[in-house]
């Protein structure tokens, strides 16, 4: 196939790759600072804090305030439960004896609803994310625009299609 002919076409492409690249790059921008929450951050540490008297608030069916039904973290938190009751608590696989602590690292995407003796409801959902890196936002962005680009490049052609001669006559002025 002759360059020539081909040349027009393919900037024409390139050029609309382009802007639709910056297009996409900062409505995913847009779009990821409207919508932060707080698993757009990296691994820390979470404590848990089982206030004393929850074994008797708990036993009367109450629900204890500074204590979440739901959490969610993010892949390489570590849920840090501290137990400041007078009673053992459990939370899934770990035992907390009074004045003692547990951790529960998190390790893989997964939700869950263990259970919890520091719940009226007798358990604890708990969702496990992944965090919102840099490389998942560029990825977002690699799956937006070539597809994008394709739409809008064969659309220029049905509205304003090439003539290879007249790019070559205007090429050949130059």
Not at 8 to 15: A, C, S, V
Not at 89 to 116: F, Q
Not at 136 to 144: E, G
Not at 151 to 170: H, K, M, Q, T, V
Request: proline share 7%; with cysteine.
């Amino acid at each position: 196939m002759n360059k020539e002919i081909v040349w027009p076409y393919l900037k024409r492409f390139l050029i609309i790759l382009l802007v639709c690249s910056v297009l996409a790059g900062v409505g995913s921008e847009i779009a990821f600072r409207v919508q932060r929450n707080n698993i757009d951050r990296g691994p820390q540490d979470i404590e848990l804090i089982i206030p004393a008297g929850t074994a008797a608030k708990v036993a009367k069916g109450q629900a204890v305030p500074s204590l979440p039904e739901e959490m969610v973290f993010i892949i390489g938190d570590v849920l840090i439960v501290q137990n400041e009751d007078s009673e053992t608590h459990e939370l899934g696989p770990l035992l907390i004896p009074p004045g003692t602590s547990a951790s529960m690292p998190m390790k893989e995407v997964d939700n869950l609803a263990l259970g919890c003796s520091f719940q009226p409801s007798n358990y604890l959902g708990m969702e496990i994310k992944e965090a919102t890196t840099w490389e998942t936002r560029l990825l977002a962005i690699s799956f937006v625009a070539p597809p994008t680009a394709i739409i809008a490049f064969l659309y220029s052609l049905a509205i304003r299609g090439i003539d290879p001669n007249e790019e070559l006559a205007e090429e050949k002025k130059k």
